[in-house]
């Protein structure tokens, strides 16, 4: 087994602790530092009469930070109500939101991927159909994206997937599903020119971090971007 491959310390614990990546780690470090899902959001949102939340999770499988969400809120966070009093629908009571292309780990999600405030797509999230099924079960007071490409080892080539994966975060969801008042995280691999990304980051949020959580790879050459408090 290469190195790289060795289960270490935060890969064991994810899994003690019912996690089926160790990715884990770097949202609850992220939260913790700037309260992605603080409910209360809401309030800012016209429209949207009671503090709640509706999170959307881009790159999910194999589900450990939609684990970490719904433990958290699952059983305490009221879903946000949709705005222009649209009720009756199950997509009206989301809590979370979530896309990937892989299907997410059964292993430790103890029932919770069946609840019915928890909605989850197998798919592209650049492409329309899965943009329309999330679009339709928004605004979100919250995105979150881990979503990163096949890696080939080739840096240049990575860090360019990587950077459109970003792009299409912030300009398909951030920018149209965003509520005002609301918080990114989103991953993006160092070594591309982002400046372009961070411009558009800086105009949509009223204060935008880079942030590597001390649960990344030594070796690895990712990062996330924090936008607080969207416009
Ligand atoms: C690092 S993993 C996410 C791990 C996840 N945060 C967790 O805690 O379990 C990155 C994921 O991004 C997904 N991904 C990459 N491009 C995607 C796309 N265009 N649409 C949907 N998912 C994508 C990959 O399939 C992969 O599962």
């Not at 798919?123 to 919250?142: C, H, I, M, Q």
């Not at 360019?160 to 975060?169: M, P």
């Not at 912030?170 to 993006?188: F, M, Q």
């Amino acid at each position: 087994m290469a190195s790289y491959e060795k289960p270490d310390f935060w890969a064991l614990k994810a899994q003690k602790e019912g996690y089926p990546a160790r990715s884990v780690y770097k949202l609850k470090e992220i939260d913790d530092k700037y309260h992605l899902f603080k409910p209360g959001t809401s309030r800012l949102v016209p429209g949207l009469p009671e503090p709640g939340i509706r999170i959307l999770e881009l790159g999910a499988a194999p589900g450990s930070w939609s684990l970490y969400v719904l433990r958290l809120y699952a059983k305490t966070g009221k879903p946000a109500a949709l705005p222009g009093g649209r009720s009756g629908s199950a997509e009206n009571a989301i809590l979370l939101a979530a896309a990937d292309l892989l299907p997410l780990s059964r292993r430790f999600d103890g029932g919770l991927f069946d609840r019915k405030d928890f909605f989850f797509i197998q798919g592209d999230f650049t492409e329309s159909a899965v943009k329309g099924e999330l679009t339709r079960r928004g605004p979100y007071t919250t995105i979150i994206s881990d979503a990163a490409p096949a890696t080939t080892g080739i840096r240049t080539v990575d860090t360019l997937r990587s950077l459109a994966l970003a792009e299409e975060v912030v300009l398909s969801y951030a920018e149209k599903s965003l509520a005002p008042g609301g918080n990114l995280a989103l991953k993006v691999f160092q070594g591309a020119d982002t400046a372009a990304l961070l411009k558009r980051l800086r105009e949509q949020f009223n204060n935008v971090k880079s942030f590597k959580p001390v649960a990344c790879r030594s070796d690895s050459f990712e990062t996330y971007y924090i936008g607080l408090g969207k416009r």
